[in-house]
């Protein structure tokens, strides 16, 4: 079994990627993403932290979360979203698979703001790299906070802390 090291910041930002199990493109369906979105305003409420980008494709996930100073569990957090997902999905007799979600998933702490500017592009290009559409805007709606698409790439709270770092020509990449 590997031995998989995380690195606990207080505080800190993260970059995430989760995968579905078997790359079942469960995240395409409407309402796996509705169960998905539910997961994730029901444990923020309940353990706050910031969603600062987030793009959802048929099979995974990326996104950037800072937590809260004095708060590192972001291994808690996605325990109870993917536990959560997986229930929901259960219930309502779509999935009998004993896994929904991959068991490990990608975290990578953001060490400064260009690091910052780097993932959230990545997160941008995403579905352009997958072949899924020519441009990111093809791939962007705007869509409320309540509800995950696909197709939509949320920046939540990036605004103002990018003002000071998006040099005008890239402006128009961040949102």
């Given amino acids: 079994m590997a031995n998989y090291r995380r690195h606990y910041v207080p505080g800190g930002t993260y970059f995430f990627t989760l995968v579905t199990a078997h790359r079942i493109p469960w995240l395409a ?3 796996g993403r509705h169960i998905l979105g539910d997961a994730l305003r029901d444990v923020r409420a309940a353990r ?5 980008a987030i793009v959802v494709l048929p099979d995974h996930l990326h996104c950037i979360w800072t937590l ?4 590192s569990d972001f291994p808690g957090r996605w325990k109870s979203i993917k536990q959560r997902c ?6 309502t007799g779509w999935s009998s698979r004993t ?3 991959q068991r490990h998933y990608w975290e990578h702490l953001i060490r400064d ?3 910052f500017r780097n993932h959230l592009d990545y997160i941008h290009y995403n ?3 997958h072949g899924l559409v020519a441009s990111p805007r093809d791939w962007r709606r ?4 309540d509800m995950l698409t696909p197709g939509s790439i949320r920046v939540i709270g990036v605004a103002r802390r990018l003002r000071s770092m998006c040099p005008s020509e890239m402006s128009r990449k961040c949102g």
Avoid: C, H
């Fill in 99 to 101: 896994a929904v979600w």
């Fill in 113 to 115: 703001e260009e690091d």
């Fill in 86 to 91: 997986t229930r929901r999905l259960r219930a």
């Fill in 48 to 52: 706050p932290f910031q969603m600062d």
């Fill in 127 to 129: 579905p352009v790299k």
């Fill in 29 to 31: 369906r409407e309402d």
């Fill in 68 to 71: 809260p100073d004095g708060d």
């Fill in 142 to 145: 705007v869509r409320s906070i």
